[in-house]
């Protein structure tokens, strides 16, 4: 029934376009009927479906008051389960590769290779990965191959502390 509806009232309103005034004024009529024909038609009444049809209003997000929990303050941060980025601070072209220090910033490591071609990041790679107790593979150079500030990536099943302790350890046997 719904669909005759809709034939008829197409078939009422032809028009032609060389009147373009007539043309405007029969197209809102036919609209204004055609709009009422799908009311009575769907028995459904104008407040229901405006209501139905607006957007729901967006809700201000409040900020959780839970707190994170507490994390080591340091050069170590989670990123996933089981992934840790440590800040690094290379000094390359030193005599012998040592961890320097650990600040809460960064993680200082001379590296006894030339910063060209790549090669000092390779030795801070594997470095590092003996300093750890972890494979090569474990261990990967996240960003700044260009720079002194790195980010080096620890892929292992080894806990944020032990990472950060390891570290420490390091620093403190010295050169």
């Avoid at 029969?26 to 209501?51: C, G, I, N, Q, W």
């Amino acid at each position: 029934m719904h669909c005759q509806t809709l034939r008829s009232f197409m078939r009422i309103s032809p028009f032609t376009l060389s009147e373009k005034n007539n043309v405007v004024l029969k197209s809102a009529v036919f609209y204004k009927h055609l709009r009422t024909a799908v009311f009575l038609d769907s028995k459904v009444s104008h407040e229901k479906l405006s209501s139905q049809n607006k957007m729901p209003k967006n809700q201000k997000s409040t900020k959780s008051t839970q707190k994170q929990p507490a994390t080591p303050t340091g050069p170590v941060s989670k990123i996933k389960d089981g992934e840790y980025a440590v800040a690094i601070h290379a000094k390359p072209g030193a005599k012998q590769n040592a961890v320097t220090d650990v600040t809460s910033e960064a993680v200082g490591v001379a590296i006894a290779a030339p910063p060209t071609d790549g090669e000092a990041n390779a030795e801070l790679v594997r470095y590092l990965s003996k300093v750890l107790s972890l494979k090569k593979s474990e261990v990967i150079l996240d960003k700044g191959s260009k720079s002194r500030e790195k980010v080096i990536k620890v892929k292992a099943s080894i806990s944020q502390e032990e990472v950060l302790e390891r570290l420490k350890k390091e620093a403190s046997q010295g050169p």
